[in-house]
């Protein structure tokens, strides 16, 4: 299973990028992960580095340790969480940034994510966080 969206913001790669690679903001906008901290002496975006996500929906809470695999300046950032590939490309365009954020389900995961309306709030989600992004990257001076 995967999905996408996509969204054009009106700030430089950079200023999206830094804001996407401090994953300890990422509870500012998504609506599923609530908290997020760099693990085992990572302080920032690498290829291996590890941060601990928290995360919930509706009742239900958890957490996972994601390994960054690709981490690419101002253009792709990248982790597994556990057999599900989350993806950021960041593309220069009209004055700002397209960004992408996607998922690719590549190993058998619970019974939820073959759920169609999993996958469907799973892209509804990404739609949200993504327009959080954008407004608060579009703040920045």
Request: hydrophobic share 40%; charged share 20%; aromatic share 10%.
């Amino acid at each position: 299973m995967e999905g996408q969206a996509t969204i054009h913001i009106n700030a430089a790669p950079e200023v999206v990028w830094a804001l996407v690679t401090d994953v300890t903001r990422m509870g500012e906008w998504s609506p599923e992960t609530t908290a997020a901290e760099w693990v085992d002496g990572a302080t920032g975006p690498a290829v291996g580095a590890k941060f601990r996500g928290t995360n919930k929906v509706w009742f239900y809470k958890w957490s996972t340790t994601p390994v960054i695999t690709a981490c690419e300046s101002n253009r792709l950032f990248a982790f597994d969480a556990g057999g599900t590939i989350w993806t950021y490309s960041f593309t220069e365009s009209d004055g700002g940034t397209s960004v992408t954020e996607s998922f690719r389900v590549e190993s058998r995961l619970d019974i939820v994510y073959t759920i169609a309306q999993r996958r469907g709030a799973l892209i509804k989600g990404m739609q949200k966080t993504l327009e959080r992004l954008k407004a608060a990257a579009e703040s920045q001076p």
